[in-house]
C-alpha cells in the first residue's frame, strides 16, 4: 500500500513539473506576488505631492510653508497661484492636499489671535489623506507650539514624547508582508496543485485508467492530497529562506512549530483543493475555482483590513478561514517569538478545520468516483 501511494506521489510531481501550464501556474504567480507584495503594496506615504496656497505675505506663513518644504514626507510641492486653482488641482489628482493659509495669517498672530489654516484633502485616497492629514497637523502644531514659546519665553512642554515601535522598530512594511505572504502564497501554490489534480487526469482522459487500476479510493485521495502539501510546504520554505535572508526579517521563534503550523495549515488548503477539483472538468474551471476561493478567504482574514473593522455580522465568518490563524501564527513566530501555548491557541482550530476538510473532500471524492 505505502508502496502505491508513494508511486502514486510521485507520479503527480512528475505531472505537475512537465506540464507547461501547471508549472507555470505554481512558478510564476507566487514570484510575482511575493515582489508586488513586498516592494509595491505597502501603506507606507511617502514622496508625497502637495499644493500650497499662501495668501499671506508675512514672516509667519513663510515660516510655516518651509517647515512643510523640510519635512521629509513631502518631497513635491507646487505653490498655487489663487483659490480658483485649488480644484482643478485637486481634481487632476496632482497632489492629495492643498494646505491654505488665509492672508491675515500673520497678522492675527502678531495680534495674539488664533490664526487657522486650512487643509483641503483628496477624499478618493481615504487612507492616504488620513496618514497626509496627520504629518501636516503634527508640523502646524509644532509650529503653534514654537510660536507660543517664543513669545512667552518658556518651554511649554515639560515632558518629552519618546515612542518605541516593539518587534518592528523601524516601522518596515515589508516585516508585516513577508511573513503574511509565507501563508498566502503557500495557500496558493497547495490549492492550486491539488485543484488541478483530478481535473488534469479527466481532461487527458486518464481519470478512467486510474480507477480500474488496483489503487484503492483511499490511497488514490492519500496521493492526490500529499503532493500539494509537499510542495505548498516547499513554497513556504522558499518564502522563508528569501524573507530572512534577502529581506533580513527576523525569525525569533521555533521552527518546529512554525513549520508543523504550516503543515496543519497546508493540510487543511488541501482538502479544500480537492473539494475544488472533484467539481471542475478541466484546469481552466479548477484555477478559477481556485481564485474565486482565494480571494475572499485573503480579504476575511485579516491581512488587507483588520478583522475588527469589519461588519459584526461578517466577522464570525473569519472564523471558518484557516489564513486566519495561520497569519496570526506566521507573523508571531517571526516577530515576536511567540511561545507554543499561544501558537496552540491558534492552532487547534486549524486542526479541526483540516480535518473536517480532508474528511469531507474524501466522502465527496469518493461519492464522485462511484
Not at 90 to 99: A, E, F, P, T, Y
Request: proline letters at 6%.
Amino acid at each position: 500500500m505505502i508502496y502505491r501511494i508513494y508511486s502514486l506521489i510521485l507520479k503527480e510531481l512528475i505531472a505537475v513539473w512537465r506540464d507547461p501550464k501547471s508549472r507555470v501556474s505554481i512558478l510564476l504567480p507566487p514570484v510575482i506576488q511575493l515582489c508586488i507584495f513586498t516592494f509595491a503594496a505597502t501603506l507606507d506615504v511617502k514622496h508625497v505631492s502637495i499644493g500650497i496656497l499662501n495668501r499671506d505675505n508675512g514672516e509667519k506663513g513663510y515660516e510655516l510653508v518651509e517647515r512643510f518644504r523640510g519635512s521629509p514626507t513631502f518631497e513635491h510641492i507646487t505653490h498655487l497661484p489663487s483659490v480658483d486653482s485649488m480644484k482643478p488641482y485637486i481634481d487632476r489628482q496632482d497632489g492629495v492636499m492643498v494646505l491654505s493659509i488665509d492672508e491675515t495669517f500673520s497678522r492675527r498672530l502678531d495680534s495674539n489671535k488664533r490664526a487657522p489654516v486650512q487643509l483641503i484633502l483628496d477624499g478618493r485616497k481615504s487612507n492616504a489623506t488620513q496618514i497626509v492629514a496627520g504629518y501636516a497637523s503634527r508640523i502646524i502644531e509644532q509650529f503653534e507650539q514654537d510660536y507660543d514659546e517664543s513669545l512667552s519665553g518658556i518651554k511649554l512642554q515639560s515632558s518629552k514624547l519618546a515612542p518605541r515601535n516593539w518587534y518592528n522598530p523601524n516601522i518596515l512594511y515589508y516585516w508585516y508582508n513577508v511573513p503574511s505572504l509565507v501563508a498566502i502564497l503557500s495557500m496558493l501554490t497547495c490549492l492550486l496543485v491539488t485543484a488541478i489534480s483530478v481535473a488534469r487526469e479527466r481532461e487527458l482522459g486518464t481519470f478512467d485508467q486510474l480507477l480500474v487500476s488496483p489503487l484503492l479510493p483511499i490511497e488514490i485521495l492519500l496521493g492526490k492530497i500529499i503532493p500539494g502539501i509537499l510542495i505548498g510546504l516547499a513554497e513556504g520554505s522558499i518564502i522563508v529562506v528569501v524573507g530572512v535572508f534577502l529581506f533580513g526579517v527576523p525569525f525569533t521563534g521555533s521552527f518546529f512549530l512554525y513549520y508543523f503550523s504550516l503543515f496543519v495549515f497546508v493540510s487543511a488548503i488541501s482538502g479544500i483543493g480537492l473539494f475544488i477539483s472533484s467539481l471542475c472538468s478541466t484546469q481552466q474551471q479548477a484555477i478559477l475555482g481556485t481564485f474565486v476561493f482565494m480571494v475572499p478567504s485573503v480579504m476575511l482574514a485579516g491581512f488587507a483590513t483588520p478583522i475588527e473593522n469589519m461588519p459584526t455580522w461578517m466577522q464570525p465568518i473569519t472564523y471558518l478561514m484557516p489564513l486566519r490563524y495561520m497569519l496570526v501564527i506566521s507573523k508571531g513566530i517571526f516577530l515576536k517569538q511567540m511561545p507554543a501555548s499561544i501558537v496552540f491557541q491558534q492552532l487547534w482550530p486549524m486542526i479541526v478545520i483540516a480535518f473536517c476538510t480532508l474528511i469531507g473532500a474524501g466522502q465527496f471524492f469518493r461519492k464522485r468516483l462511484g
